[in-house]
């Protein structure tokens, strides 16, 4: 495989995709998901850096249920197609999938996701692709995601059933709800540092 550091320049800040499956089970996704929610935390641990709440899991939980198990092989399809593209050196048993919900007010400022002290630490490897897929699109207002490209803000507009996959350490934030719930699927996967 390429060596992740002549890819980095060379490759979209993000793609956009469509997946059916994410739309047919949107629902699905919040209802079993959403059981477990519980408050969002943040690497610097700041309450005014984020407020939303969150169920995080791994590929190698040995309790997940198989409705779980077939998200995270969804995801994995995925982060697969698309490293086509990217052709980052990725470990696929290093998977992280969460939902989040934001209620009204809730937000998530200004970050990356690839937390590069803390998961390399941890795991020896660093998150090097991320996920979102908004899960009800037109059931909410505000809650806009914005990316950082070429030093300026773009807003993300999604339509139902949208993934967007981007390099993790691609900044991004979700703006303040305003109206009702926002409830997203985000994912990443790692790899062992860019060389």
Known sequence: MAQDSKQLDRKPPYRRIKSD???RHAKQII????????????????????????YL?????LDLSDFKKVVV???????????KIYNYDLDYSTINVQLARYRVGEFYEWHSDDLVLNTYKKYNNIRKMSMSIPLNIGEFEGGD????FMNKAKKINFEQGNALIF???IEHRVLPVTKNTRYSLVAWISGPAWR
């Open 21 to 23: 499956w994410f739309f």
């Open 31 to 54: 209802n079993e998901l959403g059981k477990n929610l519980t408050e969002g935390l943040t690497v610097s641990g700041r309450d005014e850096f984020r407020k939303s709440d969150v």
């Open 57 to 61: 899991y791994d590929i190698w939980r």
């Open 73 to 83: 092989f969804k995801i994995k399809e995925i982060f697969i197609q698309e490293n």
């Open 145 to 148: 995601m914005e990316i950082m």
């Open 167 to 169: 390099p993790s350490f």
